[in-house]
């Protein structure tokens, strides 16, 4: 008896060899290559509450009010193409009633504009591309892929540094399960503002240049473990005046204790994260172990057949007719 490969045994051996190799490349390549910031990236999200909001008509601080924040994100493809990273133009606006809708975003009561660039990996701010302010730490729009859990810096605009920000936990949104991050910011001085001295408790003398004071009550920020996205946020600003060298408040800015994602802003993260999160769970996790796993039981079967390959019964020259006279 003899053996012989079969064309189908090689095959199966071949392409069982090709998905054990294939699954550490999607995993250890591919994923890496796969989560990156988007440089097209146009977005906008709302938060929403209510407080005390300073009237410069009534020249007086007035309780009650809702706040509109509405944050848009837009990605600069050219310069994130030429840079090699990823380069978001932000513009905050901060409103009440009065104020919207405006035709013109700097009709606001509080209009900042802005310019974030990051390592599209690491999520780490590079400075280049006239990037404005200068962003230090962890976190900002979004939070480093495959989120852990221990505190971030994250940076706030507002104060102009950044705040750590402590693993609190997990909180569902909108049905979807992200890790919770909290936080709070002491009160600090982040600016002066050239105001009339009766303003801030300085009568006798017609400007004054006051101190501008800002605290953050609470920070709270839901973010998707795989992607980094946050799909949850709320903050308590309050802005305040004081005179020079005082230690007190003067004047109330804005003050609100919770300003947060509107439902439809929560909706559409949501919605952002499962698709992304989807994406890098099937090129990171899916595919590598059922490559793995199809591999090796086509790689088996395969070098099975190779090893016992096919029985064909060899022919004898004891089986020819002999000759005769």
Same mark, same amino acid.
């Given at each position: ?5 079969t064309? /189908? ?6 392409l069982?060899t090709f998905?054990l190799?294939?699954a550490p490349l ?18 906008t ?6 407080g005390?909001? /300073?009237?410069?008509d009534k020249?007086q601080?007035v ?6 924040v509405?944050?848009r994100v837009?990605?600069?493809v ?15 606006? %901060? ?13 606001a009561?509080?209009f900042?504009p802005?310019?974030?660039v990051t390592?599209r990996?690491t =999520? ?9 302010p200068y962003?230090e730490?962890d976190?900002?729009?979004?939070f480093?892929f495959?989120?852990r859990?221990?505190a971030y810096?994250?940076?706030d =605009? ?5 705040v ?7 909180r569902k949104v909108?049905?979807?399960t992200?890790?919770r @991050?909290?936080g709070?910011?002491a009160?600090?001085?982040?600016g ?5 001295g009766a303003?801030?408790?300085?009568p ?11 605290a953050n009550q609470g ?15 709320q ?13 007190k408040?003067?004047?109330v800015?804005?003050?609100s204790?919770?300003i947060? @994602?509107?439902a ?11 698709k992304e ?5 099937? %090129?990171?996790?899916t595919?590598?172990?059922g490559?793995?796993?199809?591999? @090796? ?6 070098a099975v057949l ?6 064909n019964?060899?022919?004898?020259d004891?089986?020819?007719?002999g000759?005769?006279m």
């Amino acid at each position: 008896m003899r053996r012989t490969v079969t064309p /189908f045994s090689l095959v199966l051996l071949g392409l069982g060899t090709f998905l054990l190799v294939l699954a550490p490349l999607l995993a250890w390549y591919v994923t890496p290559r796969a989560a990156v910031n988007p440089i097209n990236i146009d977005t906008t999200a709302v938060y929403t509450g209510t407080g005390s909001v /300073f009237d410069t008509d009534k020249v007086q601080t007035v309780p009650g009010q809702r706040i509109t924040v509405t944050q848009r994100v837009r990605g600069d493809v050219a310069d994130s193409e030429r840079s090699g990273d990823a380069v978001w133009d932000v513009t905050t606006t %901060v409103d009440t009633d009065k104020t919207l809708p405006a035709a013109d975003p700097h009709d606001a009561l509080e209009f900042m504009p802005g310019r974030w660039v990051t390592d599209r990996r690491t =999520n780490k701010p590079v400075h280049c591309c006239q990037e404005k302010p200068y962003y230090e730490g962890d976190a900002y729009l979004k939070f480093p892929f495959d989120v852990r859990k221990h505190a971030y810096q994250w940076w706030d =605009n507002s104060l102009g540094a950044t705040v750590t920000l402590h693993y609190s936990g997990t909180r569902k949104v909108q049905g979807y399960t992200g890790y919770r @991050f909290t936080g709070t910011v002491a009160p600090a001085k982040v600016g002066t503002r050239l105001v009339p001295g009766a303003l801030v408790g300085r009568p006798s003398v017609g400007q004054v240049l006051a101190e501008e004071w800002y605290a953050n009550q609470g920070i709270e920020l839901v973010v998707d473990q795989r992607t980094g996205r946050v799909i949850y946020a709320q903050v308590g600003p309050r802005r305040t005046l004081r005179a020079p060298g005082s230690a007190k408040d003067s004047v109330v800015l804005l003050d609100s204790r919770k300003i947060a @994602f509107t439902a439809a802003t929560q909706k559409d993260q949501v919605k952002q994260a499962k698709k992304e999160s989807g994406r890098l769970r099937l %090129v990171g996790q899916t595919l590598p172990i059922g490559a793995a796993v199809t591999g @090796f039981v086509l790689a088996v079967a395969g070098a099975v057949l190779v090893v016992r390959g096919r029985r064909n019964p060899e022919t004898s020259d004891t089986s020819r007719p002999g000759l005769t006279m």
